[in-house]
């Protein structure tokens, strides 16, 4: 059991019934960092991801944050954000495209740049596979530049998704609790058998009538005995 001491005033969860706590914040950066660790945290008794984090679940902790913390779910989900940032990218690309050609041809036609042909004109004439090489170390490095943006971004909402989830879970358990109704739909309620309830009625009503008819050809007997006292006294 992997352990988190949480920070005063913060929220911490639980699977029912036992007292293996974690910090809500910390089990959510993990999830969305090392998912893999969620489900070894109590030893593989409980599926979390899928429980409380689970878009079908009717105990996801998701349906709790609105349509803000739907957003922030599917930018961390797959490859949205990438695609989203590599659209942002482009876009300031289109945008500043006027401005990046005046630069380009001003620093072609440049002293500055021309004075330096000794220094990159080796370069220029390189063989093929130096040029393979020396684009394709390029292209890690935009690689690697790209990467360390998502990186900073998806931090940056991993934190605000874990704000939410601090704010909109609602505490179940302690002072200024609300009823859980997500761990009180976990427990589930005997189903009762209307037909086996018809049954015992009818063998109620059979029980009493049969006793309604004793009891009716009791008195008939009854009766019948003292008239034949009463014929007998006359004699």
């Given at each position: 059991m992997i352990?988190?001491?949480?920070?005063?005033?913060?929220?911490?969860?639980?699977?029912?019934?036992?007292?293996?706590?974690i910090s809500l914040t910390a089990l959510n950066r993990m999830r969305r960092t090392d998912p893999s660790k969620v489900e070894n945290m109590?030893?593989?008794?409980?599926?979390?991801?899928?429980?409380?984090?689970?878009?079908n679940s009717e105990y996801s902790m998701l349906?709790?944050?609105?349509?803000?913390?739907?957003l922030l779910s599917l930018l961390l989900k797959g490859p949205f954000l990438k695609i989203l940032l590599s659209g942002a990218?482009?876009?300031?690309?289109?945008?500043?495209?006027?401005?990046?050609?005046?630069?380009?041809?001003?620093?072609?036609?440049?002293?500055f740049l021309w004075m330096q042909w000794p220094t990159w004109a080796r370069f220029v004439h390189a063989a093929l596979p130096l040029?393979?090489?020396?684009?394709?170390?390029?292209?890690?490095?935009l690689e690697q530049g790209f990467g360390h943006v998502e990186h900073i971004i998806r931090e940056r909402i991993i934190e605000w998704e874990?704000?939410?989830?601090?704010?909109c879970v609602p505490v179940t358990v302690g002072p200024g609790s609300e009823p859980p109704a997500v761990l009180t739909a976990a427990i589930k309620e005997p189903q009762i058998d209307e037909t086996l309830i018809s049954d015992?009625?009818?063998?109620?009503?059979?029980?009493?009538v049969d006793e309604l008819v004793s009891s009716i050809v009791k008195t008939d007997e009854d009766?019948?005995?003292d008239e034949d006292d009463e014929d007998d006294d006359d004699d």
């Open positions: 352990s988190f001491d949480a920070e005063p005033n913060t929220k911490v969860v639980a699977p029912i019934d036992t007292d293996k706590w109590w030893h593989n008794q409980y599926t979390i991801l899928e429980s409380w984090f689970g878009e349906q709790h944050v609105g349509f803000q913390g739907f990218i482009l876009a300031a690309f289109l945008v500043f495209l006027p401005v990046i050609e005046y630069v380009t041809n001003r620093l072609l036609v440049s002293g040029k393979l090489f020396l684009a394709q170390y390029s292209w890690k490095v874990c704000q939410m989830l601090e704010q015992l009625i009818n063998d109620e009503e059979d029980e009493r009766d019948d005995d």
